[in-house]
């Protein structure tokens, strides 16, 4: 039986190519996968632990490929949550599986809308490896719901920002 996550996911492929980029780019080569599991053994404990050594890893691995975006996985079973007890330290508790796709860019890079899209809630997530200042985004696609989370922007992107407030396709959703 399809579920409306198995239809939306359907209609994301179908209107794709209507979508708006959600960072500027010129050629795919600008987006590297990054791995934050597991297999990846550069994932040291003390990189995790460590935000400063992790972010000079991460700048450091995109140098190397020559790419401006890192790009981290939909639903990877993911190391890098163990840094935090946000997010459980008792495995079998434990919360490790991304449900979104990262995209790892310098600071102050715009994130754009990739579709009209309405503010369904804002706020700043302050725990150690949190989303820190997120807005949560409702889109309507075929008669469909979902929402998007922005997180990691600036706190200055949820200053004006109200419940209900329409963003358009290509808008500038945060930093």
Request: charged letters at 20%.
């Amino acid at each position: 039986m399809r579920t409306n996550a198995d239809k939306i996911n359907e209609l994301l492929k179908v209107h794709q190519r209507d979508f708006y980029p959600l960072v500027k780019y010129k050629h795919k080569a600008d987006f590297l996968p990054l791995d934050f599991t597991a297999s990846n053994t550069q994932l040291t404990a003390s990189l995790l632990i460590d935000t400063a050594l992790f972010s000079k890893y991460i700048d450091e691995t995109l140098a190397k490929a020559n790419a401006k975006y890192g790009i981290g996985g939909y639903f990877e079973h993911r190391t890098v949550y163990a840094r935090s007890p946000h997010f459980g330290i008792d495995e079998s508790e434990a919360r490790r599986l991304h449900l979104g796709l990262d995209i790892w860019a310098p600071q102050n890079t715009p994130v754009y809308n990739f579709m009209d899209a309405k503010v369904h809630s804002f706020g700043f997530n302050n725990n150690f490896g949190d989303y820190g200042a997120t807005i949560i985004l409702e889109y309507q696609l075929e008669g469909f719901t979902f929402y998007g989370l922005y997180g990691h922007l600036s706190l200055k992107d949820i200053e004006q920002m109200a419940e209900g407030q329409e963003l358009i396709k290509g808008q500038v959703v945060g930093h």
